[in-house]
């Protein structure tokens, strides 16, 4: 390709003109400040339309709109008819690289600043923290220079043009240029100055750079400190300058040096700390480095601080080590988002998403997929987040077309290289990532070779490397667990294997992370991974009422778009965490808990921290039945270092137990001392197991009996009990069970096997797509195609065919409905196919609409938030209560939610406390939600949802578990509802919350119908 016709923003081979090497950031070691707030603003059709003499100091701005600095002016005022694109691969326009549409909107930038008198003899500087996708500089009308890599930060002098007194910065921004190509990760697609722009200045004579190394000793005993300060100058060398480093605990000095600078600039020590407190991500001790910049006469040029944890990073027996200690990688993906403001995230912000991490558990995060603001990786410092930092790379839509391409291989070295220089100080940096599905080429060789003959202090990876041996960490995206296992018993390497992404938690998801984490802990070379990803990127939006939600693709108009494939974080756009992220704070826990033997009450303690032994926590158990607490008491956390395991016995006699009630034991992990991210008593760990399951029921009986007044009509019976009354509907089903004045159930209970599908099951790619499956199986549109009935006197059998137009599927329900004396309702539910071969089902259960009346739920099984068969290890098996209304939870994209796996039994009352117990023979999946499933499913947005008339009621002989589906691997075979015959039992009893006891009423059972 012949460049050299091509303007800036289309060359890949220029990647920055007047623009200052990169350094670590030094914009605090000297007098500075930020230009934020309002700056002039003019948004452009092209970039070759720039209204004329708009650089000059002089021109006339004042009708240009004011925008503020940071932003993307797409969520602004300024921004007029420019909207965000959301696309997931594919590039908004036909890809060519490097051309881009000739209409390209184009932000133009003023911003009037003053230099005070007395900075004549300094350098003054301006640095852009980060502007998508490129820009110009220019200051007081002379240009400056131009820079790309929307996420470094670029730093210009600015020293021969600016003025004491009012000086003029202006930018052109291009919101698309060559730099898109390598930007395309899965994300809006916005632009502008969307990081902090600071002015600052420093003496001529200066500390230009600061390297610190420390390699600290496998026994922790002692540690090297090596620094490498460069001294910059305009004439250097400078004689008889001098830099003196001190480097502190606190108020004590451990060592302080002074020493020459020689020509090259560059003074180096090297010195031995002993004993040393080590950076751990459990304890992120950092210690107080200052350099200063001594004049010949022995005052203070320039000085510079930061805060340096000592720690070392190594990989040995296939395993990822801090401080010779093996390390879980127990990771999200985090992009830089805001509801509200899209790319520009301020320091509140970040330190939310990592006391929020921090407090499920999660102890590293990959900057996907860019450098994030150097903020963030101080504060991962602080908290002691591990970080593996990404290079701005991403050629999706191109795959590999650039890795290789000579043409863009001083991007791809600018990027790289750049991001180390910045952040190469920070201990919670501990691996480097060479970008992100960019194909693999010989840049990508290229570069890894100089990281690692830069920092051999740290690992690389990159996974479409796959394998190749310039990546020293195997980093598989989305595998499947047996993906995975065989990744790690693979005999011919012996580097770590750590997940790049997996989980992807797009709407209701997440499922089998137990599986991944036992695997994951049952092999050394498997060192954990990053869930995909953490915040959900729904932009906010309001109605003219006041009603606010959250946009994904397509809600702007935007084409082409890829829809709500950025919803799919952990935690919601204002950062409200879903239901999933109870399962992960569960299987990432720092302390595993192993029940031995549950009839004796010994369990095994397992110390999963790196660090810090178990007697830092809290350690309570209770063990409760019939919704009581029997026994509790404090576990012993002594005499457990980090990676250690102890068997403690729990002091409680089975044998005691009453036979009638399940029996569970609770154990609950707290810390005792508020933290800089949790409030004391904060839960890191939970864990419940059953004791004693339910031995004793009643025998079996003959439903009807005295008390009961049967009705028998056309096509319907009907029986009253005292103030019971129930109908079934000899087509169609029990239609009408009535307590006193509350109809609770007020329409047909009638097979189901369908759920609105979840982004899992809407998998368009992939080898799972479920809900095409369904759909083409007709599981949607099931009908009746004729249904026989059985009457007795207090007995009504229907059979019931279901088939679907256009499909040869043919699935036969036997439900009898037998009625008791005490206005009991007993379901027997069998099911079996009449078709062969057909899909997995959604869900296998009954479902009926409830009176308007019933609006309170409470139920004995595994809650309070929402459970799966494939995510439910986290919820304590309890006796729960909530709102009808607050069941499902609010997913952006309307779906399956809201369901309850495991249920004991469940009473559904009005607020008074009056209505119906469902009593599960074993265990149900219940479900009852204010909205139809049609409704749900036809939704785009949960705004949009109306409710039904009343609830409706699902109970599920089986349920669907979730998977990964929407990218990656989607339901385990165990937790699928395959297409085979299956029986299950329920009864519905009257329920008055004033005079009931639900657990004396679920001690009876479900009665045997004789």
């Not at 623009?19 to 030094?26: A, N």
């Not at 990771?331 to 990592?354: K, Y």
Request: hydrophobic content about 35%; overall charge negative; aromatic content about 8%.
């Amino acid at each position: 390709m012949d460049s050299t016709n091509l303007p800036d923003w289309l060359n890949p081979a220029v990647t920055a003109r007047g623009r200052l090497p990169m350094t670590v950031p030094m914009e605090n070691s000297a007098e500075s400040v930020e230009l934020g707030g309002d700056w002039r603003f003019h948004l452009g059709g092209r970039p070759e339309d720039s209204p004329r003499g708009w650089t000059d100091p002089g021109f006339d701005d004042s009708d240009w709109a004011p925008i503020p600095v940071p932003s993307v002016w797409q969520l602004t005022r300024a921004g007029g008819t420019d909207i965000p694109i959301y696309t997931n691969v594919r590039y908004p326009w036909p890809a060519d690289p490097p051309h881009v549409p000739s209409d390209n909107p184009t932000g133009h930038y003023r911003r009037r600043f003053d230099v005070p008198v007395g900075h004549e003899d300094e350098q003054v500087l301006v640095t852009f923290g980060g502007v998508d996708s490129c820009f110009h500089l220019w200051v007081n009308g002379v240009e400056i220079g131009y820079s790309t890599d929307s996420r470094l930060p670029a730093t210009f002098d600015i020293s021969r043009v600016v003025r004491p007194g009012s000086n003029t910065l202006a930018v052109r921004v291009y919101r698309w240029s060559a730099s898109s190509y390598l930007e395309d990760q899965d994300m809006w697609w916005l632009s502008g100055i969307h990081r902090p722009v600071t002015l600052w200045t420093r003496p001529r004579v200066h500390i230009a750079d600061v390297d610190v190394r420390t390699d600290l000793r496998a026994d922790l005993t002692r540690a090297d400190l090596i620094v490498r300060v460069s001294v910059g100058s305009p004439d250097r060398p400078a004689p008889g300058h001098q830099v003196r480093l001190v480097f502190s605990a606190g108020d004590y000095v451990l060592t302080e040096h002074t020493a020459l600078v020689d020509s090259s600039g560059v003074v180096a020590f090297r010195q031995v700390l002993d004993a040393p407190r080590a950076w751990f991500p459990e304890d992120p001790y950092l210690h107080g480095l200052t350099v200063e910049l001594l004049a010949p006469g022995g005052g203070v040029v320039h000085s510079h601080h930061e805060r340096i944890g000592v720690r070392k990073v190594d990989i040995s027996g296939g395993r990822l080590r801090i401080n010779a200690r093996p390390v879980e990688i127990r990771g999200v993906n985090r992009h830089d988002f805001d509801p509200d403001t899209g790319r520009v995230v301020d320091e509140a912000s970040m330190r939310r998403d990592i006391e929020l991490m921090k407090r499920h558990n999660i102890n590293a995060v990959r900057t996907s997929h860019y450098p994030n603001d150097h903020r963030f990786l101080e504060l991962c410092d602080e908290y002691g987040m591990l970080v593996f930092s990404e290079a701005n790379i991403e050629s999706h839509g191109v795959w590999g077309a650039l890795a290789s391409d000579p043409d863009w291989e001083p991007q791809f070295f600018d990027r790289v290289s750049r991001m180390y220089q910045r952040d190469k100080n920070r201990a919670c940096v501990v691996v480097w990532s060479l970008g992100n599905e960019s194909g693999f080429g010989s840049h990508h060789v290229t570069v890894s070779g100089w990281l690692h003959a830069k920092d051999p202090t740290r690992p690389v990876m990159y996974h479409p490397a796959g394998d190749h041996p310039c990546v020293d960490i195997i980093s598989p995206m989305y595998p499947s667990v047996a993906d995975l296992a065989r990744l790690a018993d693979d005999p011919h390497d012996d580097r770590p294997v750590i997940m790049c992404e997996y989980a992807h938690s797009m709407g209701n998801s997440t499922g089998n992370l137990d599986e991944y984490w036992d695997l994951i802990r049952s092999r050394t070379r498997l060192g954990g991974g990053f869930v995909w990803d953490w915040v959900d990127q729904g932009i906010r939006r309001r109605e003219p009422d006041g009603t606010t939600w959250f946009a994904y693709g397509g809600d702007f108009g935007d084409e082409p778009n890829d829809g709500p494939f950025c919803i799919n974080g952990l935690v919601s756009p204002d950062r409200e965490p879903h239901p999933a992220m109870h399962q992960l704070h569960h299987v990432l826990q720092p302390v595993g808990i192993e029940v031995v033997d549950s009839d004796r009450g010994r369990i095994r303690l397992h110390n999963r921290q790196q660090w810090l032994g178990l007697d830092m926590y809290t350690i309570e158990w209770t063990l409760h039945s019939g919704g009581r607490e029997v026994r509790s008491g404090n576990v012993d956390s002594s005499g457990c270092p980090a990676g250690s395991a102890k068997e403690v016995t729990l002091p409680y006699d089975r044998r005691s137990l009453v036979a009638s009630q399940e029996h569970w034991v609770t154990l609950t992990v707290t810390r005792p001392a508020r933290t800089r991210w949790a409030p004391r008593g904060h839960v890191v760990a939970r864990s419940s197991f059953r004791v004693l399951g339910v031995s004793r029921r009643r025998a079996a009986v003959g439903p009807s009996g005295r008390g009961v007044k049967a009705r028998l009509e056309t096509g319907r019976s009907t029986w009253t009990v005292g103030d019971v009354e129930i109908s079934v509907d000899h087509g169609a089903g029990l239609d009408r069970f009535a307590v006193g004045d509350v109809a609770v159930i007020s329409g047909a209970l009638v097979p189901c096997v369908w759920r609105p599908p979840t982004d899992n099951d809407s998998a368009f790619f992939g080898p799972e797509q479920a809900a095409r499956r369904w759909r083409e199986a007709g599981y949607d549109r099931l009908e009746p195609r004729h249904s026989t009935a059985r009457v007795e006197e207090s007995t009504v059998v229907i059979d019931t065919e279901l088939t679907a137009t256009g499909t040869d599927t043919c699935l036969q329900f036997r439900t009898t409905h037998s009625v008791f004396p005490s206005g009991m309702v007993v379901v027997d539910v069998r099911f079996r196919p009449r078709t062969e071969l057909l899909p997995w089902l959604p869900r296998l259960g009954v479902v009926c609409p409830l009176d308007g009346s019933v609006t309170e739920l409470a139920w004995f099984g595994p809650g309070p938030w929402e459970t799966y068969p494939d995510r439910v290890s986290s919820a304590p098996v309890a006796h729960h209560r909530g709102s009808i209304a607050e069941q499902p939870y609010p997913y952006i994209v309307p779906q399956e939610s809201g369901n309850h796996t495991a249920t004991r039994w469940a009473t559904l009352t009005d607020s008074r406390g009056a209505g119906m117990m469902v009593l599960a023979e074993s265990l149900v999946d219940l479900n009852v939600s204010p909205y139809a499933d049609a409704t749900i499913e036809n939704a785009r947005h949960h705004h949009e949802l109306e409710p039904a008339p009343g609830p409706v009621l699902h109970i599920d002989g089986r349920h669907g578990g979730l998977g990964n589906g929407s990218c990656g691997p989607g339901v385990l075979d165990a937790y699928r509802v395959e297409a085979e015959p299956h029986r299950w039992r329920f009864a519905l009893i009257p329920f008055d919350g004033d005079s009931d006891d639900p657990f004396r009423l679920a001690a009876r059972g479900v009665p045997p119908v004789i």
